[in-house]
């Protein structure tokens, strides 16, 4: 079958042929020598004794202060944080239940899960593996009823998603009688067939995107809630390249994304990955820091105190260290570079004098970076966040939702009146890490995520009461829950998950200049603002940020964002197939090595 003529004059399908019958046979001599990631103490270009400032004490700035420590043993870091406990949007809350003697249960609210994901989620654990501290984790498996069945609500009914475990012929049913699939067959089959993006294209958002390859209704149906879910972001205004990078790569080079992974499927590769991804999973693999046997079977994963027992675990591990200080309660006012090779930090505590830095590590979110005095940089201004409301519900009686499995998404399609309360999905929390691991009490545990985008532009918010009745509305109408929680917990997160939307690696590349000329290096930034908002991926940028300042003291931790990223082909035992860069602009990768 002749799928269409690229810009290359070979059809799709027979250029796909081609590369699959030659794939095995293919001599390497194309991929030059390459090297490992910078070792830190073979590439060091600081002194042992500088002194780092390291701007906010959430999940990025504490790993950020330990992974300097690592690199410098004998450096000085201080930690300024505004809040009077460090952790940010991590928070882990226990709660009594009423009427018993001991009984107690743990909510989340923020991050409710950690995911194992390659890399981000190989260095996490990593990390964990590296704290003194051992901590006691809880882990829902690959084949677990959370990790099998997740479902979507569409239009009034809860729909559940081809998973593991489920008969082909139950799943080719679904596909095709319920409603929250429609256009599902269509807009797959005629993808091939779909003209590529034009080359001047630098971004789009990501229904358009996924509009144009499939068809709106998977955008609208299925992916919106995907979103909802991880970015409680409008898929209309998030951005495509900085979210679906993969995706967003496999058109252009295949200029279809079905061509794309049918290649990879006849040829037995995992997804293509960016060569720096690469590089840090050979340096897991290499020095045993990643059990992949283990992993692998890893859905999702938390601690017997929740989430915040990571944060706790670093900042005592570096509470620890004597050359290392914590500054809580103190919020960073100014932020100006000397004349002699140092940035002064100025705070807002009247009788702590300005503090020189030889370097500053800003883990703020950008917004707030932007609001500081000495920072100029306004394209940092321009990346929003989303605000959501976390309602917590605890029921004595068990598995009380009727239904097992990770929670539902609620798409940007549903009807106003089947979600009025402006609800982004419902986590069946007590399902995923099983409450005798957690909690002293056995029960239903559910949380009920409100707001995001939907909230975007008001000028208030739902009272934490409001809230609570909120969600209770929603799991009446949604689950038919109608018997009153034992304890509900509400709390509102301004401004909590930043919204990657359309230029965003743009928006980037202008801040990193703009920081550039007025630091020269000395202020780098990192953090959830910048190339993902998950757990992982802010200590992911921790581990870049600090292997930056020791190995190129230039860096302002948004270097990538000048260029387009090299991508690899992969084989499954993490062997090199090919290279490709997304464009002529992007680099090479001719000092990589398999």
Not at 33 to 41: I, V
Not at 185 to 202: T, Y
Not at 356 to 369: E, K
Not at 425 to 436: A, L, Q, R, T
């Given at each position: ?64 202060s330990w992974y300097i420590l690592r690199h410098l043993p004998n450096a000085k870091v201080t930690l300024y944080e505004a809040d009077a406990r460090p952790g940010g949007w991590i928070q882990s809350k226990r709660a009594d239940i009423p009427g018993s ?158 061509v794309g992974l049918l290649e990879r499927l006849l040829l037995k590769e995992r997804s293509p990955m960016k060569a720096e991804d690469l590089l840090l999973v050979q340096q897991l693999k290499k020095h045993g820091m990643w059990d992949s046997s283990v992993?692998?079977d890893w859905s999702v994963f938390s601690f017997s105190g929740g989430i915040e027992s990571l944060v706790a675990d670093l900042r005592s591990t570096i509470s620890a260290n004597p050359n290392c200080r914590i500054r809580l309660g103190t919020r960073v ?262």
């Amino acid at each position: 079958m002749i799928l269409r003529l690229r810009r290359h004059g070979r059809p799709a399908l027979l250029r796909l042929c081609s590369r699959t019958c030659s794939a095995s046979t293919r001599p390497y001599s194309h991929i030059a020598s390459w090297t490992q990631l910078p070792d830190p103490k073979q590439h060091k270009q600081l002194d042992d004794h500088t002194d780092i400032g390291v701007l906010g004490g959430g999940i990025t700035g504490l790993a950020t202060s330990w992974y300097i420590l690592r690199h410098l043993p004998n450096a000085k870091v201080t930690l300024y944080e505004a809040d009077a406990r460090p952790g940010g949007w991590i928070q882990s809350k226990r709660a009594d239940i009423p009427g018993s003697v001991d009984g107690s249960v743990v909510f989340e609210i923020g991050p409710h899960s950690l995911r194992p994901s390659i890399p981000n989620g190989m260095l996490l654990v990593d990390l964990m593996k590296k704290l003194p501290s051992q901590l006691n984790v809880l882990v829902a498996k690959q084949s677990s009823t959370a990790a099998r069945n997740r479902y979507i609500y569409y239009p009034d009914r809860i729909n559940r998603m081809p998973g593991p475990g489920q008969q082909a012929s139950d799943i080719l049913y679904s596909l095709w009688t319920s409603p929250v699939f429609e256009g599902l067959f269509a807009g797959v089959l005629g993808e091939p067939f779909r003209p590529a993006r034009q080359p001047e294209l630098d971004d789009e958002s990501v229904r358009s995107f996924i509009s144009r390859r499939f068809s709106p209704h998977i955008a609208d149906n299925i992916v919106s809630a995907l979103f909802h879910g991880i970015f409680a972001g409008d898929i209309d205004q998030l951005s495509v390249k900085s979210l679906l990078p993969s995706l967003w790569h496999t058109e252009h080079k295949y200029g279809s994304i079905a061509v794309g992974l049918l290649e990879r499927l006849l040829l037995k590769e995992r997804s293509p990955m960016k060569a720096e991804d690469l590089l840090l999973v050979q340096q897991l693999k290499k020095h045993g820091m990643w059990d992949s046997s283990v992993l692998a079977d890893w859905s999702v994963f938390s601690f017997s105190g929740g989430i915040e027992s990571l944060v706790a675990d670093l900042r005592s591990t570096i509470s620890a260290n004597p050359n290392c200080r914590i500054r809580l309660g103190t919020r960073v006012v100014g932020i100006k570079q000397t004349d002699t090779d140092s940035v002064t930090v100025t705070t807002n505590e009247p009788n702590l004098p300005p503090n020189n830095h030889d370097y500053v590590i800003s883990t703020l979110p950008a917004q707030a970076l932007a609001k500081i005095d000495g920072v100029n940089a306004p394209s940092l201004s321009d990346i929003p966040s989303a605000t959501v409301m976390v309602v917590n519900l605890y029921y004595e009686q068990p598995k009380v939702h009727g239904r097992e499995g990770f929670g539902y998404l609620i798409p940007r399609s549903v009807p106003f009146d089947q979600n009025p309360e402006c609800a982004l999905g419902v986590i069946f929390y007590s399902d995923i890490i099983k409450s005798e691991d957690m909690d002293r009490v056995h029960g239903t545990k559910l949380t009920v995520m409100l707001g995001g985008h939907w909230w975007d532009g008001r000028s208030g918010y739902p009272t934490e009461e409001e809230a609570k009745q909120m969600a209770k509305s929603v799991l009446s109408r949604h689950l038919g829950i109608t018997v009153e929680p034992t304890v509900t917990m509400a709390h509102l997160l301004r401004d909590c998950i930043p919204q990657f939307t359309v230029g965003h690696q743009r928006r980037l590349e202008v801040a990193s200049t703009d920081i550039y000329r007025d630091f020269k290096g000395r202020l780098k930034v990192a953090g959830a603002s910048y190339y993902g908002a998950g757990v992982a991926d802010c200590i992911r940028a921790a581990h870049d940020v600090s292997l930056k300042l020791v190995t190129d003291t230039a860096a302002t931790g948004l270097d990538e964002s000048g260029h387009e990223p090299t991508w690899v082909r992969v084989n499954q035992d993490w062997s090199v197939v090919d290279e490709s860069s997304s464009n002529s602009r992007g680099p090479s990768i001719s000092n990589i090595t398999p």
